[in-house]
């Protein structure tokens, strides 16, 4: 009979794996391409490489589209990959003014050094659907063909409409300016704030080498290179959530935080050529960076100086950089008087979390069983409910 019934159990299990891949490939419209998913559902794809550890949009896009668009199931198709990949080398530290930024702003100075590009945001614009049919600020026409309003079918509509050329795309928008001397790696805001003294040295030599989370798991107290790299592989709402939350300080008054800079860019990787041990650049990836400047105020803190934060992730994810670098600062400025590092090591991974509400859906019934025997247990111990009948006796079987 046991072997019966887990032989069901194991029937059940492969006919929904079946309806699972079933409901994937089968339906009314066309198959979801790879380069669809690249070009279209960029963010998407740029969040899954992030938090799957793995530069690789292809294999992001397929994890995407594999996982029916959730973005944490594609992490961990992702991560479990990434496991199987041999590690070949170890890039030098590479220079963050190597960035080549394809946007770059800085809310904290009206007239940085260097140039402001606002790049693709929607920083600047209404939250408004596109519905078909509804004319655009434009005045071209929307049109229903799956693509967002920066792409192609709302240049053809546009041109469909008699108003010019359709718009220019983001590479071209840069080979433009390039050809008319922008700045592309211009230099930084902390530098300046470092000559007028104006901010903290936290460079210390002590934390040399990156520490590697992927071979070592990382516990309160971890060097601040274990901290970046945990926040750099969290899962965007979660370190978005657990930022909000801590924003306000114990003290309830609201840490006065202001972005210094966010950049978006392609940033060169080098490995050290094997023969000549020279660098040599093997290609590039996207990376969104984020300085966050805050005000010392606390009484063992340089209240003449500011505190500068940290973040930097794989593809385009302003909102989860910003929350890094934000709680970058926070971290060093609670110095382990809250369990607010704890929370960001352990309780921000969202393979983790997830994990463990996963498994609350598989078969708990024997653990059950022993609670509801503690349960009786006690009723029949107590004198004061040992005569009195339970509501509903309840038969649990452990098949």
Same mark, same amino acid.
């Given at each position: 009979?046991?072997?019966?019934?887990?032989?069901?159990?194991?029937?059940?299990?492969?006919?929904?794996?079946?309806?699972?891949?079933?409901?994937?490939?089968?339906?009314?419209?066309?198959?979801? @391409?790879?380069?669809?998913?690249?070009?279209?559902?960029?963010?998407?794809?740029?969040?899954?490489?992030?938090?799957? @550890?793995?530069?690789?949009?292809?294999?992001?896009?397929?994890?995407?589209?594999?996982?029916?668009?959730?973005?944490?199931?594609?992490?961990?198709?992702?991560?479990?990959?990434?496991? $199987?990949?041999?590690?070949?080398?170890?890039?030098?530290?590479?220079? $963050?003014?190597?960035?080549?930024?394809?946007?770059?702003?800085?809310?904290?100075?009206?007239?940085?050094?260097?140039?402001?590009?606002?790049?693709?945001?929607?920083?600047?614009?209404?939250?408004?659907?596109?519905?078909?049919?509804?004319?655009?600020?434009?005045?071209?026409?929307?049109?229903?063909?799956?693509?967002?309003?920066?792409?192609?079918?709302?240049?053809?509509?546009?041109?469909?409409?008699?108003?010019?050329?359709?718009?220019?795309?983001?590479?071209?928008?840069?080979?433009?300016?390039?050809?008319?001397?922008?700045?592309?790696?211009?230099?930084?805001?902390?530098?300046?704030?470092?000559?007028?003294?104006?901010?903290?040295?936290?460079?210390?030599?002590?934390?040399?080498?990156?520490?590697?989370?992927?071979?070592? !798991?990382?516990?309160?107290?971890?060097? *601040?290179?274990?901290?970046?790299?945990?926040?750099?592989?969290?899962?965007?709402?979660?370190?978005?959530?657990?930022?909000?939350?801590?924003?306000?300080?114990?003290?309830?008054?609201?840490?006065?935080?202001?972005?210094?800079?966010?950049?978006?860019?392609?940033?060169?990787?080098?490995?050290?050529?094997?023969?000549?041990?020279?660098?040599?650049?093997?290609?590039?990836?996207?990376?969104?960076?984020?300085?966050?400047?805050?005000?010392?105020?606390? !009484?063992?803190?340089?209240?003449?100086?500011?505190?500068? @934060?940290?973040?930097?992730?794989?593809?385009?994810?302003?909102?989860?950089?910003?929350?890094?670098?934000?709680?970058?600062?926070?971290?060093?400025?609670? *110095?382990?008087?809250?369990?607010?590092?704890?929370?960001?090591?352990?309780?921000?991974?969202?393979?983790?979390?997830?994990?463990?509400?996963?498994?609350?859906?598989?078969?708990?019934?024997?653990?059950?069983?022993?609670?509801?025997?503690?349960?009786?247990?006690?009723?029949?111990?107590?004198?004061?409910?040992?005569?009195?009948?339970?509501?509903?006796?309840?038969?649990?079987?452990?098949?």
């Amino acid at each position: 009979m046991g072997y019966v019934a887990a032989r069901g159990g194991l029937d059940a299990i492969k006919a929904a794996e079946d309806l699972v891949r079933r409901k994937r490939t089968e339906g009314d419209s066309a198959g979801l @391409g790879l380069d669809q998913l690249v070009d279209r559902q960029r963010l998407a794809v740029d969040r899954v490489m992030g938090e799957g @550890g793995l530069w690789d949009p292809e294999t992001a896009a397929r994890a995407l589209r594999q996982a029916e668009g959730d973005p944490i199931e594609a992490a961990h198709l992702v991560r479990a990959y990434r496991s $199987t990949l041999p590690r070949v080398a170890y890039t030098p530290p590479t220079a $963050t003014s190597q960035l080549r930024i394809l946007r770059r702003i800085v809310p904290a100075f009206r007239t940085p050094p260097g140039p402001q590009l606002l790049g693709r945001t929607t920083d600047y614009a209404g939250r408004l659907l596109d519905l078909p049919g509804r004319s655009d600020a434009a005045g071209g026409v929307v049109v229903d063909d799956g693509t967002d309003s920066s792409g192609e079918g709302r240049a053809r509509a546009t041109v469909a409409a008699g108003n010019g050329p359709p718009p220019a795309t983001a590479e071209s928008a840069v080979d433009e300016e390039a050809a008319r001397g922008v700045e592309r790696r211009p230099p930084r805001l902390y530098e300046l704030l470092r000559k007028m003294d104006l901010v903290v040295e936290r460079r210390t030599g002590a934390d040399a080498d990156p520490f590697d989370i992927t071979r070592t !798991p990382p516990r309160p107290g971890a060097p *601040r290179s274990a901290r970046l790299a945990a926040m750099a592989r969290a899962e965007t709402g979660a370190l978005v959530q657990l930022w909000y939350r801590n924003i306000l300080g114990p003290d309830n008054h609201l840490h006065e935080v202001t972005l210094g800079e966010v950049r978006h860019g392609h940033l060169p990787v080098r490995v050290d050529h094997p023969h000549t041990g020279r660098p040599v650049t093997v290609g590039e990836i996207r990376v969104t960076e984020v300085e966050a400047i805050e005000d010392l105020d606390g !009484p063992d803190e340089e209240t003449d100086r500011f505190d500068v @934060g940290y973040g930097m992730v794989m593809g385009h994810n302003e909102r989860k950089a910003i929350a890094m670098a934000n709680l970058d600062i926070a971290v060093h400025r609670d *110095r382990g008087r809250s369990p607010l590092e704890q929370s960001i090591l352990q309780t921000t991974d969202g393979l983790d979390a997830s994990g463990f509400l996963e498994h609350l859906k598989l078969p708990h019934y024997v653990t059950f069983r022993s609670m509801v025997e503690r349960k009786h247990a006690r009723r029949t111990a107590d004198p004061v409910t040992a005569g009195v009948p339970d509501d509903a006796e309840i038969e649990v079987e452990c098949r």
